[in-house]
């Protein structure tokens, strides 16, 4: 952010697929604001607890402290009013709450810095981020290397056969694919398999 005058608060977001860098960023951002001294809160949905419970990890380690909360709400009951700076990972499965969240927290002179998903293994929006996304001063916009031929990469590819919006995994579950070799169906052909499967070893017993 530029020159922000008073005690005015404000929202950053940083979006992309999965393995481009979103927690590497805020973590960055968040030491940061620690080494000058600024009193920072970290929260990460309950469901993500893929590495650590007690703390947002990246895919390349790097690791901050951070509170456990489900929505959008539960972090407005813990943030402090001696709080400068809220970071928020793995926003998107914080659920509606989110929105107002921020903007109070932002409205009440905070600095709020959160990073999700912003869309999913369909490459649909992931709701709520496109809206965050409206109201944010400021957006960062990350890539990842696409895993088949290097160009930049803008999807998640489901790898595992599901249809629920929210599988939560990292190895080998998902990867980071570029608009030409993203294969939104793929998810959605493996379940169509798998019950074919199913269907024939339940004939040929
Ligand atoms: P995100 O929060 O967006 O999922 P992380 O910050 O957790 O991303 O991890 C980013 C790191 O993941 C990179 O610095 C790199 O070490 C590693 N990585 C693994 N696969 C890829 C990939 N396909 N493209 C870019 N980085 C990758
Ligand atoms: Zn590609």
């Given at each position: 952010m530029d020159i922000v005058k008073g005690n005015m608060g404000w929202i950053e977001v940083i979006v992309g697929p999965m393995f481009s860098g979103k927690s590497e960023e805020l973590i960055r951002r968040l030491r940061r604001a620690e080494i000058a001294r600024q009193r920072v809160q970290i929260f990460k949905p309950f469901?993500?607890?893929?590495?650590?419970?007690n703390g947002i990890v990246s895919h390349s380690g790097l690791e901050i402290a951070s509170g456990l909360v489900s929505t959008g709400a539960d972090i407005l009951g813990k943030v402090?009013?001696?709080?400068?700076v809220v970071g928020i990972d793995e926003a998107q499965f914080l659920g509606e709450s989110l929105l107002e969240c921020c903007t109070r927290l932002a409205d009440s002179g905070k600095r709020v810095i959160v990073a999700g998903l912003d869309t999913d293994f369909m490459g649909r929006p992931f709701e709520p981020m496109p809206r965050l996304l409206v109201v944010a001063e400021e957006i960062t916009k990350l890539l990842a290397i696409c895993v088949r031929c290097g160009n930049p990469a803008v999807n998640t590819q489901r790898?595992?056969?599901?249809?629920?919006l929210i599988v939560v995994g990292a190895g080998g579950m998902y990867e980071a694919r570029c608009r030409r070799c993203f294969e939104p169906q793929l998810a959605l052909e493996k379940i169509e398999e798998q019950a074919a499967t199913v269907k024939s070893k339940a004939a040929a017993s």
């Open positions: 469901i993500d607890q893929r590495y650590s419970s402090e009013p001696r709080t400068e790898l595992v056969a599901s249809e629920e």
